[in-house]
């Protein structure tokens, strides 16, 4: 497997990311796959039903004091949040209107971005394309924790801190490992959400917009829905890098926890996913995956093998031109 992985180094690996070859297997042996790609038109409802659900709760809260404002971002709003960066990731694969309907999809992704808070769509959308094409790749993709994390988030506590501070990571990250120039819709999606957020701020005060980014925060840190981050791609047995959950959270995370599958077949929606797995069950049922995103979060601080430097990396020939 190329430098041992573990705590002081990352895996590195000399071969192809697994998802191409299966994904070409897959299809030969069941095409019908190919007619579960496409938009998804539940979607927009589903994602417009949360938005206007965390609306009506910045107009419930505006008037409570701070310990629940905080406690309903966590326990309840934060989650709705948490969801729609997901349904902002399955957005960013085109599956709301569809490929030709590209720049719908974008828009829609900055409305399912309002009560996040935050602008994140656009950015999100730049950078994501990369963790597929180029999954662990040195420098590109951005998913993976940068060397100074490996290094210093290695105890128990310090690993509770990185969890914590997991939303700061993922939004500057980028910054530092691949920066690309700020493009028009990044532009449009801050543009949008500074207004939104100023309309709430005047309607309501404060608290509301309290609610709205303290939510996003929080349970993008440590939350048990937030344990999707650590069990998509953190290798916890040596040489697999992606991994699947087939628990309850997905009815509320838009199935991201049928994470192999999604790799193998990114154009298909959230909603279809445990299809896939239906037809190619003999792909993905020997495979291992987790049963438990807390006990993921758990294992990840307790277990001395599992920290940031627990994912494979590889170089792509892009990177090394750079």
Known sequence: MGKTGGRNDFEWVYTDQPHTSRRKEILAKY???????????????????????????????????????????????????????LAIHDISHNVAFGNKLAKWNRWFAMWANLPIGLPYSASFKKYHIDHHRYLGGDQLDVDIPTDIEGWFFCTPARKVLWLFLQPFFYALRPLVVNPKPVCQLEIQNAVVQLVVDLIIYYLWGLKPIVYLIAGSILCMGLHPISGHFIAEHYMFLKGHETYSYYGPLNMITFNVGYHMEHHDFPSIPGSKLPQVKQIAAEYYDSLPQHTSWTRVLWDFVFDDSIGPYARIKREYKLSKQE
């Open 31 to 85: 095409p019908e796959i190919k007619s579960l790609m496409g938009p998804d038109p539940q979607l927009k409802w589903v994602v417009s039903g949360m938005v206007l659900t965390q609306l009506l709760a910045c107009y419930l809260v505006r008037d409570l004091s701070w310990k629940w404002i905080f406690f309903w971002a966590y326990a309840f709003g934060g989650c709705i949040n948490h969801s729609l960066t």
